[in-house]
């Protein structure tokens, strides 16, 4: 695991957006293929995770994991024979987790035009130590207008995802205290 150089205050120096940005591509291969013949979801999202995880141990400088994946969206099928571009950027940090925003895009084999968006995703991880307890990250720091759009949305999905979480547990612990065993 690589070390974090520390700031006299004990603090993590931030980094901007554009130091762990990446981009994963794949060509997608028969073996990648659903029963329709297009390329399975589930290759799809786990090469959203993979990138999304680079960019996650980029940032935070050593290992991290997948806490949650919200809005996975599929727009387009993906076929066999496409380059499939898997883009992600650190969108928003918090003291040891972050969002990651993926946008997955695909360029047809038998076609010459751009590549187009097949898909995106948003994944939260959590930075940890070799004992598998959170640590802290770098804060992020947006660069672009597009970066501070992105931070400002994330902290808005955050939030969202806070609140159901819960939600939920205030209604479970509920329905217990109502006797209604699950």
């Known amino acids: 695991m690589t070390e974090q150089a520390q700031t006299p205050e004990g603090e993590i120096p931030a980094k901007p957006t554009s130091a762990s940005r990446t981009t994963l591509s794949h060509i997608m291969t028969g073996s990648d293929t659903n029963l329709l013949g297009t390329v399975h979801g589930g290759v799809i999202m786990k090469l959203v995770d993979d990138a999304a995880g680079a960019v996650a141990g980029r940032h935070s400088g050593g290992p991290a994991v997948t806490a949650s994946m919200d809005e996975m969206v599929f727009l387009e099928p993906v076929r066999v024979g496409d380059l499939v571009h898997v883009r992600a950027q650190v969108n928003w940090t918090g003291r040891s987790s972050m969002e990651v925003g993926v946008r997955v895009m695909a360029e047809r084999w038998n076609e010459s035009t751009p590549a187009q968006q097949v898909g995106s995703a948003y994944l939260v991880f959590?930075?940890?130590?070799?004992?598998?307890?959170?640590?802290?990250?770098?804060?992020?720091?947006?660069?672009?207008?597009?970066?501070?759009?992105?931070?400002?949305?994330?902290?808005?999905?955050?939030?969202?995802?806070?609140?159901?979480?819960?939600?939920?547990?205030?209604?479970?612990?509920?329905?217990?205290?109502?006797?209604?065993d699950d």
């Open 126 to 180: 959590a930075a940890v130590d070799g004992a598998g307890r959170p640590r802290q990250v770098p804060q992020v720091v947006p660069e672009t207008e597009r970066d501070k759009r992105r931070y400002q949305e994330a902290q808005i999905r955050r939030t969202h995802r806070l609140a159901r979480r819960r939600a939920i547990k205030e209604l479970r612990e509920q329905r217990a205290a109502d006797g209604i």
